[in-house]
């Protein structure tokens, strides 16, 4: 099976920042990559699929990129309401793995 | 207004067995594949399985292949998972979610449900 693995585990970064949270891929999943949101004691939300394609309603400040086996998901500019553990999951085919999360939280 | 319900968890006995449930409401349930998520406490999320729209196709993470079961029941817009012979790491809050029809990712979750297995 795909394993699937985020970097970092965790950050700390100021309101305004730029983050970046890379997720990887054990063999190529072309471009089946979706991210989600979950905050502390709520409901995960999708985010981005398609790898870079922004799900409605979901502010432009996030944006992913990628293909392959490589992919980033980007907060431009980070806000107190971003605070939340974020999950990559491959969805190419069955099993539909996630990756261990990144929690962000603002310093 | 888009919603999944899920309902039957609890406190169950190693080797027990407990039925979840999750009721749609506000789509057309019959398009759609569905999924369980789970989440054990204080940890990430893990797929669980899967059904294809008529149920003709049915996939399952290796941890619970042979003791779990989806299946759904398209005239009462609602998903099952019978799960047999539970094990202590199978707690967790049990979340139903929808792939959403061209995008395919998890478009729409439950609040979950919450089992235990414990003596």
């Known amino acids: 099976d795909i394993q699937m693995t985020q970097s970092p585990s965790s950050l700390s970064a100021s309101v305004g920042d730029r983050v970046t949270i890379t997720c990887r891929a054990s063999q190529g999943i072309s471009n089946y990559l979706a991210w989600y949101q979950q905050k502390p004691g709520k409901v995960p939300k999708l985010l981005i699929y398609?790898?870079?394609t922004l799900q409605s309603g979901v502010p432009s400040r996030f944006s992913g990129s990628g293909s392959g086996t490589d992919f980033t998901l980007t907060i431009s500019s980070l806000q107190p309401e971003d605070v939340a553990t974020y999950y990559c999951q491959k969805y190419n085919s069955a099993p539909f793995t996630f990756g261990p999360g990144t929690k962000v939280d603002i310093k | 207004e888009v919603q999944l319900v899920e309902s039957g968890g609890g406190l169950v006995q190693p080797g027990g067995s407990l039925r979840l449930s999750c009721a749609a409401s506000?789509?057309?349930?019959?398009?759609?594949?569905m999924s369980w998520v789970r989440q054990a406490p204080g940890k990430g999320l893990e797929w669980v399985a899967n059904?294809?729209?008529?149920?003709?196709?049915?996939y399952y993470v290796d941890s619970v292949k042979g003791r779990f079961t989806i299946s759904r029941d398209n005239a009462k817009n609602s998903l099952y998972l019978q799960m047999n012979s539970l094990r202590a790491e199978d707690t967790a809050v049990y979340y139903c979610a929808r792939e959403g029809g061209g995008i395919d990712a998890f478009d729409i979750w439950g609040q979950g449900t919450m089992v235990t297995v414990s003596s």
């Open positions: 059904i294809k729209q008529d149920g003709s196709e049915k």
């Open positions: 506000g789509f057309t349930f019959s398009s759609y594949w």
């Open positions: 398609a790898a870079s």
